[in-house]
């Protein structure tokens, strides 16, 4: 056994794995050498179509093979057909022992759970949810999960940990020659931001689409200079499924009150001023936090510069409104993200290279001022776990949480401190997924509390005197005083899921459940 | 003195609201064992919100419990439940006979005594939700050393007065007008009826800059949406805290060096000026300026 | 069979349903919910004690939680029981 910088024990190898490179602390680890690259090929004049009749036929023409990498992107969301369209496919062909490496699952992929005991997929590379996460934690997969934020992923696919076999890649929009683009049709999604690396490095690129148009197609997201094969299919993805209608501002009083305490710490921060930049993300109290920091920014005259990430409806508002200059989309969340990407120039798409990788020229977290992220469980070292449930279950994917957390200048973690009865305050989290050196502030019902490292924001709070302020301790106290003593998580030694540090280090791991009794 | 702006209710068999109520930070609490209780459940709430007040984590929340109308045959168990259980006062519902503030007073003071409270320290909150309460209003608030504020019924009231209630609020016009001056007879406070529609802001901080003008302390809550809004209504300019500061500064500096009047820029300050200054203060959360 | 209950099945709260159990069986305590996989022993405790003090015996308690503090249990606990006793089977 091994132990990290956090102290977490780690075997130094793990079987389905590899070696295990234990977390360093957070900007540390280093990369030599070159990047890593998909394998050339010649187009000549001659070869003027792409299209092949089917997915079969694409997959024949990949090359796939049992025991080779496949990947996925996740711009579809809980609409998406491709995912269980191709490993259906390759199920039928008998190709078995894939890797699976999406960028995300979502609960629409619980359809591949009879792939994953019949053995066509034996590794996932990606987040796990619903009903496939509690599959893995309790022990249903041969091999672990490994989970990487979405900076972590293509930095491992750019520096070689992991080398795609065949890329299928959705694609709302395409033409015979392989451009591919998110917009302007029945299934748009708009940005195609993950889904960049994977064209770039893998072996063989496979484009499906339910959108078929002349060379060449406008607004192309990803050219033809990486796309071997396109497939039309009749359906990528149920439209309700890829994009949400427009986006409300929750009226939960107690999301309120906390999206209000984090505005407020947000104003009262050295970062409110002109050029402000942020991510927020689409869940309830971001969203909100973001409504109240737009009358701050009216209030008191301050001008933004951009916002990063996920984009809403609501962040296509304040870019027409004036109150950021640039939209930086990695993945456009509702219609109204979908339609501005489409024709707003400032409304810029990035891959999740330029989002979050570290290990490239430079990723846009790094100019990012403020991020609100949200967690299942915090610690007193204000360590994050975003990926496992109080009951130890592995069910979420690590996002851009490690990301945004190690770029922004402050990172603020806002979370009820009671989710029932379970609270996001405990003495140690049951797993890392973002260490505590990276988290800056963490915003409940009960008031703000500051990572006493930054004892400059602390005397900022103190001197805006308009939130509650309380110490990490006098928060953990509240949160034991009023759940009463927990009892562990019972698990077995078998790690199932894998959690890398964006820089390919391991954070933690997380061990398969025990049996109820 | 006590800020009454928002006194929030909780309804009496609700947990999530009971125990989260105080972090919205209202000025006071009224959990509520009347009308937001069915009558099948008047039993299970009155056990949970007895133990939810020994429990007794609100902040700096002023406490209180809406019992069930004297008219009724639950007040009297409502009482035994949770004077002793640690409250700052209840809200009795439907007052209108001061002869009733009587047979209260008395009642607590025998629980008080029972429980070891200090007596006449549970205080009341009279609501008067009909004509001939309001009528009666300034006898009621006299009635007893314990009535601390009238409050106004809204959609009771309204029935009663054989109208509705608009969202001009026409019907309740004079009621309040009657209801401030009767309070201020008293010499207790005056709180206004909750503002029923949850989502409309605009027409709530309208509604409260209005109750603010005509003389209102405070205002019953039901939504913790609307504590912010209201809190901001009442909470005065920093033009005007920057005046009474001045003003009271000056008061403090001529009753040291024994004047009688002052003048403030240029303006002659009596005391009923000082007294409104002083209240600003208070009213701004300052109010260790007026007592230093 | 004589039954009473208690609670809701709202967040934070939680469903106490008391029923008879066989002469000399004791207590017997059900749990339900996502708390139950780190607060069963507290649970448990608070229900008992409630129990215990209302000198209730050969019942069989049933607990359908959906994140209710022990201060909840215990009054909804109380509701129940008391409600068991004054017939009520609401």
Known sequence: MIRNALGRELPESIPGYGVVKPFLGHDKRVPEGNRDGGRIKATFGN???????????????????????????????????????????????????LTLFPTALFGVHKKLIPHIKSGVIRRIMGSVNGPIGQLVSEGGMEEPVVLRSHG???????????????????????????????????????????????????????????????YPIGNVSISQLYVDFVVAVESIGDPAGIVSGTTQITRDPLRLLISRYAAQLIEASPYFKNGISFQTGAGGIPLAVTAFMKEAMKRREVKGSFGLGGITGYFVDLLKEGYVERLLDVQSFDLEAVRSIASNPDHVEISADWYANPWNKGCAVNMLDVVILGATELDKDFNANVNTEADGALLHGIGGHQDTAAGAKLTIISQPLLRGRIPCVVDS??????????VDAVVTEYGVTINPRRQDLIDAAKEAGNFPLLSMEELLAKAKDLVGPMEPVQTEERIVGVIEWRDGTVIDVVRQLKAKA | MRLRRTMLYLPGNNP???LRGHLFNPDGLVLDLEDAVAMREKDAARILVRDVLRQGNFGTCEVTVRINGMDTSYWKEDLEAVVPAGIHGIRVPKVEDPKDMVLLD????????????????????????????????????????????????GEDLTADLRTNRSAEGTELEGVRKMLVLAARAAGVDALDTVFPRITDDEGLRKEVGFIKQLGFDGKSVIHPNQIPIIHDVFTPTEKEIEKAKRIVAAAKEAAERGLGAVSVDGRMVDRPVVKRAEFTLIRAGLSEEVLS | MKTASAGTVESMDCLVTV??????????????????ARFAPTMRKAVQEVATAMGASDLSISIQDNGALDLILKARTEAALARYRGGDTA
Not at chain 1, 429 to 438: A, D, H, I, K, N
Not at chain 2, 113 to 122: S, V
Not at chain 2, 132 to 153: D, F, N, Q
Request: glycine share 10%; hydrophobic share 40%; net charge negative.
């Open chain 1, 429 to 438: 989290v049951y797993s890392v997924t973002t260490p505590g050196e990276v």
């Open chain 2, 106 to 153: 008395e009642t607590l003071s025998e629980i008080e005594t029972r429980a070891g409270i200090p007596l006449g320290k549970t205080l009341v909150f009279c609501l008067l939700e009909t004509a001939k309460g309001i009528w009666r209003a300034y006898e009621i608030a006299t009635a007893s050393k314990r009535v601390t504020a009238i409050i106004p019924g």
């Open chain 2, 16 to 18: 999530n609201m009971l």
């Open chain 3, 19 to 36: 029923s008879e159990g066989a002469p000399g069986s004791g207590l017997s305590i059900q749990l339900s919910g996502a708390a139950t």
């Open chain 1, 47 to 97: 070869q003027t179509d792409k299209v092949l009749p089917d997915i079969k036929a694409a997959i024949a023409a990949s090359g796939l093979k049992s025991g080779m990498t496949v990947s996925f992107h996740h711009h579809l969301r809980n609409g998406d057909y491709v995912v269980n369209m191709v490993i259906d496919a390759c199920a039928e062909m008998g190709i078995r022992d």
């Open chain 1, 152 to 214: 972590g992923r293509p930095r491992a696919v750019t520096c070689g940990d992991v080398h795609i076999d065949v890329a299928f890649l959705a694609a709302p929009r395409a033409d015979r020659y392989g451009n591919l683009s998110g917009v302007g049709s029945k299934s748009a999604c708009g940005s195609l931001g993950y889904a960049f690396t994977d064209a770039m490095y893998a072996d063989c690129v496979v484009a499906v689409t339910d959108c078929l148009q002349p």
